[in-house]
């Protein structure tokens, strides 16, 4: 039921910072992207980009089918070989790569990865032939300007564990890679203080084998689950992190803090579409939960459980950090958030040019927004 990673895509090689952007919510984080599929029987909301982005010819990149997957047993959930898409890079970017692991949450029981392998997130069979590279992707160097010419690849996700499938066919090195479509998902009981998501991840851990591919560290010290949390494995990370993030991410508000279990009486209904919705109290319930404590940070009062959770990596030196204020996910495939214009800013500086400057060693980056609304140039998402 797994995809391993592609070593004919990717040779082991111990690679250096200056070949490997690992810039996003954490390299290891593709566990915790937006997925239509997180529970069946759940009302959850599409992630419909209200403003898509036109697409010329020269962004759509073709599929690959991976010709030595089968060999190494590497399957999508359907049997299907897995795929992945490549646009080689040029010039000054020609040896330096850039990888995106594709996002899709996951299946915890036979019924959800069963209906999951009918579908573009199990089988290969309804992948796109072709795909848009845009924000961190894109071959435009005004719309991305540091990495525009670098080899950029896109693997699709079709396992529904997040790669972690069959660990002793895996390089790790596909872990020191950029994963641009992540959250940092907290450890954290939802609204009624039920533990939705950590229930959630011990039957995706235990239905589909995961112990091996997890950190081992934290294995040994915690039940399997917890370790699909970033916060229990973002500290043993060697490798530089840049960590990108929204601090009121729609998904993790939607399926994590609030999930319909612990909204039937849907007085949450209008605040979970649209944060302009949620009244004073529920503005309270995010802040309390999403940006709160009384410790001094940036110049504020207002810190996070997200804050508390990368309190250690914060002061890790090598690391870099954007954190803005918006109710959004995703961000970095997204041109008009990664840069353009009418970007998300902090310190005037857009997510891309954050990024830059702390890969290229311009100068350390530690940014993280003021609360929620304070930030007039933030893309919160609509969905009503």
Same mark, same amino acid.
């Given at each position: 039921?797994?995809?391993?990673?592609?070593?004919?895509?990717?040779?082991?090689?111990?690679?250096?910072?200056?070949?490997?952007?690992?810039?996003?919510l954490? =390299?290891? +984080?593709? @566990?915790?992207?937006?997925? %239509?599929? $997180?529970?069946?029987?759940?009302?959850?909301? /599409?992630?419909?980009?209200?403003?898509?982005?036109?697409?010329?010819?020269?962004d759509?990149?073709?599929?690959?089918?991976?010709?030595?997957?089968?060999?190494?047993?590497?399957?999508?959930?359907?049997?299907?070989l897995?795929?992945?898409?490549?646009?080689?890079?040029?010039?000054?970017?020609?040896?330096?790569?850039l990888?995106?692991?594709?996002?899709?949450?996951?299946?915890?029981?036979?019924?959800?990865?069963?209906?999951?392998?009918?579908?573009?997130?199990?089988?290969?069979?309804?992948?796109?032939?072709?795909?848009?590279?845009?924000?961190?992707?894109?071959?435009?160097?005004?719309?991305?300007?540091?990495?525009?010419?670098?080899?950029?690849?896109?693997i699709?996700?079709?396992?529904?564990?997040?790669?972690?499938?069959?660990?002793?066919?895996?390089?790790?090195?596909?872990? =020191?890679? +950029?994963? @641009?479509?992540?959250?940092? %998902?907290? $450890?954290?009981p939802?609204?009624?203080?039920? /533990?939705?998501?950590?229930?959630?991840?011990?039957?995706?851990?235990?239905?589909?084998?995961?112990?091996?591919?997890?950190?081992?560290?934290?294995?040994?010290?915690?039940?399997?689950?917890?370790?699909?949390?970033?916060?229990e494995?973002?500290?043993?990370?060697?490798?530089?992190?840049?960590?990108?993030?929204?601090?009121?991410?729609?998904?993790?508000?939607?399926?994590?803090?609030?999930?319909?279990?612990?909204?039937?009486?849907?007085?949450?209904?209008?605040?979970?579409?649209?944060?302009?919705?949620?009244?004073?109290?529920?503005?309270?319930?995010?802040?309390?939960?999403?940006?709160?404590?009384?410790?001094?940070?940036?110049?504020?009062?207002?810190?996070?459980?997200?804050?508390?959770?990368?309190?250690?990596?914060?002061?890790?030196?090598?690391?870099?950090?954007?954190?803005?204020?918006?109710y959004?996910?995703?961000?970095m495939?997204?041109?008009?958030?990664?840069?353009?214009?009418?970007?998300?800013?902090?310190?005037?500086?857009?997510?891309?040019?954050?990024?830059?400057?702390?890969?290229?060693?311009?100068?350390?980056?530690?940014?993280?927004?003021?609360?929620?609304?304070?930030?007039?140039?933030?893309?919160?998402?609509?969905?009503?």
């Open positions: 039921m797994a995809i391993s990673t592609f070593s004919s895509l990717l040779r082991y090689r111990k690679w250096a910072k200056s070949n490997w952007l690992v810039a996003s954490g =390299l290891l +984080l593709i @566990v915790f992207s937006l997925s %239509l599929f $997180f529970d069946p029987t759940s009302d959850s909301v /599409p992630s419909v980009d209200h403003n898509p982005p036109i697409t010329s010819p020269s759509l990149v073709k599929l690959k089918l991976s010709s030595k997957a089968k060999e190494r047993g590497a399957f999508c959930l359907d049997g299907s897995p795929g992945y898409h490549f646009s080689k890079g040029s010039g000054s970017g020609s040896k330096s790569w990888v995106h692991l594709e996002g899709g949450s996951w299946c915890n029981t036979i019924a959800s990865c069963s209906a999951r392998a009918m579908t573009r997130l199990g089988s290969s069979n309804y992948f796109e032939h072709e795909v848009s590279f845009q924000g961190v992707l894109s071959s435009d160097p005004s719309k991305n300007p540091d990495f525009f010419n670098w080899n950029r690849v896109k699709r996700y079709c396992d529904g564990a997040s790669f972690s499938g069959r660990p002793e066919a895996e390089f790790k090195v596909i872990w =020191l890679s +950029l994963c @641009v479509k992540a959250i940092f %998902l907290l $450890f954290r939802d609204v009624l203080g039920n /533990p939705t998501m950590r229930s959630f991840y011990h039957d995706v851990v235990k239905l589909q084998g995961l112990d091996k591919s997890l950190d081992q560290k934290c294995v040994a010290r915690k039940e399997p689950s917890k370790c699909m949390f970033p916060q494995f973002v500290n043993n990370i060697r490798t530089p992190v840049f960590l990108v993030n929204a601090a009121y991410d729609y998904w993790q508000i939607q399926h994590v803090l609030v999930p319909a279990s612990a909204d039937l009486d849907k007085s949450w209904a209008k605040c979970r579409l649209n944060i302009k919705e949620c009244d004073a109290e529920q503005m309270k319930v995010l802040h309390g939960n999403l940006l709160h404590s009384l410790v001094k940070l940036n110049d504020t009062k207002f810190r996070s459980s997200l804050m508390d959770a990368i309190g250690k990596f914060h002061q890790k030196k090598a690391g870099g950090m954007f954190i803005d204020s918006c959004s996910h995703s961000q495939p997204k041109p008009m958030i990664w840069h353009s214009p009418t970007s998300t800013r902090i310190k005037n500086k857009t997510i891309a040019e954050s990024v830059g400057d702390w890969y290229f060693n311009r100068k350390p980056v530690k940014l993280i927004d003021c609360p929620y609304p304070c930030n007039p140039s933030c893309y919160n998402m609509n969905f009503t």
